[in-house]
């Protein structure tokens, strides 16, 4: 069956010959892809994102949805959640419309209603995500910290991902456009430290460690905390959904499994520049009636943690598969 909703995991369509960008160019394009524009009162555009894949990377408009929320906060208040429900599938070829409620707007907190859509093809706007953001004032308060960093190989003893994929490509004999679209440079730098779903057949544990950062360095984080909140959420639906299909030993890349991305919720505990390594560390507790949940953690190098991640994901073994 094809779902419609946004997915994690879509399957590669035709596609150009990549570019051979640099990578300060690739990240000037996901800056600009994350820099949302003003389209009236409370209202943005976001840009398009071109990968090949013809539906929308789920972190794609969760960053742009929050980009647009955190442009109605001026007060200083910086956020520190966001929920968010995939409605149907986004098309990487129109631009995002994105419009803000501003629902609550107090001393320590404000809360911010947003709705992404796209016009279909009736001409009208289809709404693709619902997203609720909350903000704080920072403060100081009561603070502990109980969670452990993994203990997994520093990023510099890993090798890229994309030599895993090009490795895989080679030997799944993958050529053409889906191959372009499996080796596109991009503009963040991923090194896993065990195997993602596409990487074996075999049912493992379900928990992944990943460490990622843009490929090219962004604006310093003082002043620039909301760029780097967002890089950071795009980022997050990055290797999350596939954990729930780890013990069970398949994967989208091999075409035996149907999935999309259902829901997505972010906390923000702290500031950290995204174009330094961060770990990403997820699991799956459960999986059943057709879905898979799954959470997430990302911690700096020197082990604080940055966010805690959690989405459920619709999974189906494709039929015939």
């Known amino acids: 069956m094809t779902d419609n909703r946004t997915s994690s995991a879509p399957s590669p369509a035709t596609a150009s010959t990549p ?10 394009q996901l800056v600009d892809l994350l820099t949302i524009q003003p389209d009236g009162k409370n209202a943005f555009l976001g840009s398009a994102q071109h990968l090949g894949f013809g539906r929308m990377f789920g972190g794609q408009v969760i960053a742009q949805a929050l980009q647009a929320a955190q442009a109605t906060v001026t007060d200083g208040k910086q956020a520190h959640s966001l929920h968010a429900y995939f409605l149907r599938g986004g098309e990487e070829g129109p631009v ?7 629902d609550f707007d107090g001393r320590s907190f404000a809360n911010r209603r947003v709705v992404a859509s796209q016009t279909g093809k009736d001409g009208n706007f289809r709404p693709i995500l619902n997203l609720t953001a909350s903000f704080q004032r920072p403060e100081e ?4 910290e109980e969670c452990t960093m993994p203990d997994v190989p520093p990023p510099e003893d890993l090798k890229p991902d994309v030599e895993a994929r090009r490795a895989y490509a080679d030997r799944a004999g993958i050529t ?4 372009e679209v499996m080796l596109r440079p991009r503009a963040l ?4 430290s065990d195997k993602l779903h596409w990487m074996n057949s075999e049912p493992r544990e379900p928990a992944a460690h990943s460490w990622f950062k843009t490929a090219a360095p962004l604006p310093p984080l003082s002043g620039n905390e909301d760029l780097h909140r967002a890089v950071i959420a795009y980022a997050s639906d990055f290797t999350l959904l596939g954990t729930s299909a780890l013990p069970h030993g398949l994967s989208w890349m091999r075409g035996e499994l149907v999935g999309a991305s259902l829901d997505h919720a972010i906390w923000f505990h702290r500031s950290a520049p995204a174009d330094e390594w961060l770990l990403y560390a997820t699991d799956s507790p459960w999986s059943g009636n057709g879905r898979g949940f799954n959470r997430g953690r990302i911690f700096t190098r020197d082990g604080q943690l940055v966010a805690s991640v959690a989405q459920e994901g619709m999974i189906r073994r494709r039929k015939g598969a």
Not at 19 to 28: D, S, T, W
Not at 141 to 144: A, E, K, N, P, V
Not at 176 to 179: N, T, V
């Open 141 to 144: 308060g009561l603070s502990h």
């Open 96 to 102: 995002t419309n994105v419009a803000v409620d501003a």
């Open 189 to 192: 730098e991923i090194r896993t």
């Open 176 to 179: 053409g456009s889906a191959r």
């Open 19 to 28: 570019p051979k960008e640099l990578p300060e160019q690739l990240v000037a």
